[in-house]
């Protein structure tokens, strides 16, 4: 019955596929009021929509439709002898063993990336952005998804584009610690592209693309390399969870405290890929964004398991959007 459970999956993944990139790119949309699409859905255990999540601005490979995003871990977790449960809160979701016994998670990391930015504004390139009027409707969606849930810490990137989306959840809900994070910054673009047309920092965009790897490590010319910003999110993540007694052993797992502590961290693309490849035990890339690709004000769930006597951290779901309408994603 496991093998067959996984053959259905596996029959539904090469249903998805499609023949195709698709764009997922949005840079307006039609006006909507916030109030007439607002709804609360919980983040529940999915198939992680880093394999939905195709954009044609930066993928020229086939990608999995949003029909995909749709299966659940259902199948596999029957093949490995769990059950997850399905549609509830984000605290509410519970591991069963094969033996029947309840694992309950130690700490959960929930990543929330900022709404969409006004890159350009006026024609003029932007370094350190606000949100567009779409984004700030996006900020307002998932501030209503998230304000009935408990927070025991909420960190946010010191960018004004973050510090702009965690502002309608702020206003609602006051964890008992709220602090800025300079780790939890982008990758940094050089200065000088503020006030710069924006067609030409497009370009520059689009020729770096066509670097070898190597050249992919140092970053644009005048801004941070990409070892440097590796380096600054995994330090700052390290550190931030060593003070809460959260440290990873000598071989790859992680040890968690027996006191439950629930994150929300507000950032970035780039960022919150490199904190999840580094949780997951991913050799890093120079361009984690991309193969994390995310949508913008979209939510993704980490979770503490025990195994082998320590703990791992399992990705429960990815790029998160379904707080928001489908005419107000972007990303």
Known sequence: MRLAGTITMVKAVRQGLSAGPT???????????????????????????????????REHTPCLTPAFAAVRWTALAAFVGITTAAEVGLAGVVFRTAAGGVASPLMEIVLLRHAQPEWNLGREAQVDPDLTELGRQQAELA??????????????????RSQATAAPLLERSRPAVIED?????????????????????????????????DAWWE?????????????????GL????????????????????????????IAHAGTNSVVLGHLLGLEPEPWEWERFASDHASLTLLRSVPIAGQH?????????TQHLPPELVSG
Not at 143 to 160: I, K, N, P, W, Y
């Open 23 to 57: 764009d997922a790119v949005a840079t307006t949309a039609p006006a909507t009021t916030v109030s007439s699409h607002a709804r609360r859905a919980p983040l529940s255990p999915r198939v992680p929509a880093a394999v939905v999540s195709c954009k044609a601005a």
């Open 143 to 160: 501030a209503q998804r998230l304000a009935t849930e408990h927070f025991d810490e909420v960190l946010v990137s010191t960018a004004t």
């Open 181 to 213: 994070r300079v780790w939890l910054h982008e990758i940094r673009m050089p200065a000088s592209w503020q006030g710069t047309p924006a067609a030409e920092v497009g370009r520059r965009l689009r020729d770096a693309r066509e670097r070898p790897r």
């Open 219 to 235: 970053g644009m010319p005048g801004g941070e390399s990409f070892r440097d910003f590796h380096a600054r999110v995994t330090i």
């Open 238 to 265: 390290s550190n931030e969870l060593a003070e809460r007694g959260v440290q990873r052993t000598d071989d790859g797992l992680w040890h968690v405290p027996d006191q439950p502590l629930r994150m929300l961290m």
């Open 312 to 320: 791992i951290f399992t990705l429960q779901s990815f790029s998160d």
